[in-house]
């Protein structure tokens, strides 16, 4: 599959986030040890350790170096991020949901475990989530209140302000003729909002500056959006190219997309409007601590997969 857009300068960021991701797979195997119920720690494991390419994380992670804090400061919420984003995935693939069988190349966690498991061990992982974010955060000196911020700013991005609304609003919108600002709006709280939360509470636990975070949500709302709009595109590209099994269901299923309301190159033009703006935000920084986020940037834009 081609690149939507093309990045000269990828290779080493490539290799700073496999490090990180290795780190990050450890910190979440350690988080959820193998314990009883064994039906539902297995249920657990299986999909918060099953790959995922650990863009949340390392969001929290970069953006909490970028303010000056300790990487090892970020990893309670860089885990708790990946956890809700798991329990999001596997109550999304559920039949009452998108009712899908495969994930990451893997049958989806119901399929395995059965509907009741499924749902319990995305219950279980949100709420991990939040425990593992107020004791790891106490464990690794980051004061209270920072901890404390980081948990509401977690659960506003997970609640009714949120993933919940945006899945809600999807669900609500299947079938339907929608338009660019619902489109938007789906995105902004299913996908946008996680991320800008990952990146939030990094710069939170990390001590920056009010004005420094609010700099960095904006920088992961725009990131959050091309994030979506780069996997519409690809969605097409592999259409013509592969005929894949998600572009086929794309199709099917008739869902709204940023290339169907505004063409292919529409949608390109989007993406490179929105990794500018991105990138834009950073320029208030230390440009040499900025390296990790604009790549990070660049690496959504610039992804095949
Ligand atoms: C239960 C409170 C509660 C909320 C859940 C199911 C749901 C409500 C929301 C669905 C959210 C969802 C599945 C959004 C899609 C997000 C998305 C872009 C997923 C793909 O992310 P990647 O590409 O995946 O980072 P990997 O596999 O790399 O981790």
């Known amino acids: 599959t081609p690149a939507v857009l ?27 040890p193998p314990g009883q119920p064994e039906r539902l720690s297995e249920s657990m494991r299986y999909s918060l350790l099953a790959g995922g390419k650990r863009v949340r994380p390392m969001l929290a992670i970069a953006a909490c170096e970028m303010v000056g804090g300790d990487a090892a400061a970020a990893s309670p919420v860089a885990c708790a991020v990946e956890m809700v984003h798991t329990m999001s995935l596997i109550h999304d693939d559920l039949p009452c949901m998108d009712d899908d069988d495969l994930r990451r190349g893997h049958p989806t966690n119901h399929v395995v475990f059965g509907v009741s498991t499924a749902l319990l061990a995305g219950d279980a992982l949100l709420a991990l989530s ?28 997970v609640g009714a302000s949120g993933l919940a609304a945006g ?119 230390d440009h040499a601590r900025t390296e990790p986020l604009r790549h990070l940037a660049r690496f959504i834009a610039y992804r095949q997969n």
């Not at 093309?6 to 979440?28: C, G, H, I, P, W």
């Not at 939040?130 to 690794?140: L, N, P, Q």
């Not at 004005?211 to 519409?232: H, M, N, P, T």
């Open 6 to 32: 093309q990045d000269e300068d990828a290779f080493s960021f490539e290799r700073y986030m496999a490090s990180k991701a290795v780190t990050v797979n450890e910190a979440l195997d350690r988080a959820v």
């Open 130 to 157: 939040f425990e593992h974010v107020s004791r790891g955060c106490a464990e690794h000196g980051v004061p209270a209140d920072r901890a404390l911020r980081a948990v509401a700013e977690l659960a506003n991005a």
């Open 167 to 285: 899945q809600v609003v999807d669900i609500a919108s299947e079938g339907a003729d929608v338009g660019l600002a619902t489109l938007e709006y789906i995105h902004v709280h299913k996908t946008a909002r996680l991320l800008e939360a990952a990146a939030v509470c990094g710069a939170i636990v990390g001590g920056g500056a009010e004005e420094e975070i609010e700099g960095i949500r904006r920088y992961a709302r725009y990131v959050g959006l091309l994030f979506q709009v780069v996997d519409d595109v690809l969605d097409v590209t592999r259409t013509s190219e592969q005929l894949g099994k998600t572009a086929g269901k794309d199709l099917a299923t008739d869902k709204a997309t940023y290339p169907k309301l505004m063409g292919v190159d529409g949608a390109r033009a989007y993406a490179a409007e929105l990794v500018a703006s991105a990138e834009a935000e950073l320029d208030r920084f």
